[in-house]
């Protein structure tokens, strides 16, 4: 050997770095030497202590993360490799979940839930440190039936209930503390149906933004995410939700690295509107924005041709107290800078109605410092359960308060198909949503092969349902038509 090292040494003038690494490692593999002790005492704690703080953690983190399959139909491209079909069919779909409440509600993607008839949740058991294969311990779960509490399509998320309580639940990580670049995320979830499947990565960036025309901004991960990891949890060291585990970008169809999350401070901001709304209340500040091009900046002799330029303000808004103007040039919400109107939403979209935003502007050549109150954006269906009478439009055996759709109400659904039928206003308390999955905003057209055009019709159709006996009901959801059945 050190023949080896002397020639090196005479042709190159000194000893290579990498002849000092090759020696280290001969060293190390040859066995002990005099005063060296044995391999197993001087191997690095920290290997162990990051060993065991990962098995610690998928133990914490498992049970609350289910497998969900969806029933119905739906588009058949397959959503989690980032194609869209226009074929609508049947199928059979796979996603994850993760419990953020004991009592039995689950954040998944709404892309997961899309066009479906029946949900099936299935919740791991809690396994000891000791469970092995083969050890006698209930490994395959327990199944659940659920039905939709909300659903938000523009940011792809939605919230589902099942009868179960005390069960293991994540805590969401807020906006207050967003993932940070490099920092280590574990990803769990079913991919290709594999249930309690985890994988380990790092956050490769924190504010992606895959679609230019798509307000949705995305935590990026090189953690491995394959089909079926949809709606599942990404979480940092400490178990808390990073995000919720959306799509991926490939060419094979698996995982390359691209891996993209909705990120935690979006899941804390909706997920209590989807429980009280069944939909988001999305925040606005009063004001009319639009994007800056060349053109426009060249026009209005603008200090920068790119970002958010204000267009127009509501007198009696937020924005026009705080002393916004138009023509401001909107530089950063809460120091998040603004370079484009799907950047501007996402930073409105991570607060809460009632809430403060700090925003910096630019006014010709001048920075302004505006403290703007965020109102809520009412949706179009909360008008509809503010115009139900509790009584007049109760629907008691589908424990709704139930529109006859006017002329007027279907000009205001602009996806509506069918413009007739029964609109569900709102939820009743109490109501059998477990037993009937209907959401509000769906429309009725029929039940079991009969069209339903009115509330009367459709109250004498339940009325003639004995004990026992199946209802399918025709319903449109999202501009889709699909049945939802169930029995009384």
Same mark, same amino acid.
């Given at each position: ?5 002397? +020639? ?27 005063? $060296? !002790? ?37 588009? &058949? ?15 059979? !779909?796979?996603?994850? @979940? ?12 709404? #892309? ?21 294969? @083969? ?44 993932? =940070? ?10 991919? *290709? ?14 504010? =992606? ?10 935590? $990026? ?9 949809? @709606? ?40 209590? $509107? ?6 988001? #209340? ?34 009696? /808004?937020?924005?026009?107290? !705080? ?11 809460? /120091?998040?800078?603004?370079? %484009?109107?799907?950047?501007?939403? #996402?930073?409105?979209?991570? #607060? ?7 925003? *910096?502007?630019? =006014? /010709?050549? *001048? ?36 529109? *006859?759709?006017?002329?007027?109400? +279907? ?14 206003? !709102? ?11 209907? $959401?509000? @905003? ?14 009367? /019709? ?12 199946? &209802?399918?009901?025709?319903?449109? =959801? ?6 939802? %059945?169930?029995?009384?």
């Amino acid at each position: 050997m050190s023949t080896f090292y002397e +020639a090196c040494r005479k042709r190159s003038g000194g000893y290579p770095l990498i002849l000092v690494l090759l020696g280290v490692v001969y060293l190390l593999s040859s066995g002990t030497v005099a005063g $060296q !002790a044995p391999r197993s005492d001087y191997l690095p704690d920290a290997l162990h202590q990051l060993n065991d703080s990962i098995e610690a953690l998928v133990q914490r983190v498992s049970p609350s993360v289910v497998q969900i399959q969806v029933t119905g139909y739906g588009s &058949t491209g397959d959503v989690d490799r980032g194609q869209t079909s226009t074929l609508i069919g049947r199928r059979l !779909a796979v996603g994850s @979940g993760v419990i953020v409440d004991p009592e039995g509600y689950i954040v998944t993607n709404a #892309h997961v839930v899309n066009g479906a008839e029946k949900i099936e949740v299935i919740v791991p058991p809690r396994l000891s440190a000791a469970a092995t294969l @083969g050890a006698d311990q209930d490994t395959q779960g327990k199944s659940y039936q659920a039905h939709i509490v909300g659903v938000a399509r523009e940011i792809d998320l939605a919230v589902i209930k099942i009868e179960a309580h005390a069960l293991s639940a994540l805590s969401i990580r807020g906006s207050i503390a967003p993932a =940070r670049q490099g920092e280590m995320v574990f990803a769990f979830g079913s991919p *290709e149906g594999l249930r309690n499947t985890v994988t380990m990565g790092v956050v490769s960036a924190i504010a =992606r933004q895959p679609d230019p025309d798509s307000p949705i901004v995305y935590v $990026q991960t090189d953690t491995p995410i394959n089909p079926g990891n949809s @709606g599942g949890p990404l979480v940092d060291a400490d178990g808390e939700l990073v995000g919720i585990n959306t799509f991926i970008l490939s060419t094979s169809g698996g995982n390359q690295g691209l891996g993209f999350a909705i990120p935690a401070g979006v899941v804390a901001s909706a997920y209590p $509107q989807l429980l009280k709304y069944g939909h988001v #209340h999305q925040p606005t500040i009063g004001a009319l924005v639009q994007s800056i091009t060349p053109e426009l900046a060249a026009g209005l002799h603008l200090e920068r041709d790119f970002g958010v330029i204000v267009t127009d303000i509501s007198p009696d /808004g937020p924005a026009n107290t !705080a002393g916004l103007r138009i023509q401001d040039v909107i530089l950063s919400v809460d /120091g998040s800078p603004t370079g %484009s109107l799907p950047l501007f939403a #996402h930073s409105l979209n991570l #607060h809460k109605s009632g809430e403060h935003a700090k925003l *910096e502007i630019l =006014r /010709g050549s *001048e920075r302004v410092q505006l403290d703007i109150l965020l109102q809520e954006r009412l949706h179009k269906e909360d008008s509809f359960a503010d115009l139900a009478d509790p009584v007049k439009n109760l629907v008691r055996p589908l424990g709704i308060l139930g529109m *006859e759709l006017n002329l007027d109400m +279907a000009r205001s659904l602009p996806d509506l198909r069918i413009p007739t039928g029964v609109i569900v206003a !709102a939820r009743t308390l109490g109501s059998r949503t477990g037993e009937v999955p209907l $959401q509000t @905003g769906d429309v009725i057209h029929g039940m079991n092969g009969t069209p339903i055009t009115t509330l009367d /019709g459709l109250r004498e159709a339940l009325a003639k349902q004995k004990p026992g006996d199946a &209802t399918a009901l025709q319903i449109e =959801r999202y501009g889709q038509l699909i049945y939802v %059945s169930f029995s009384r």
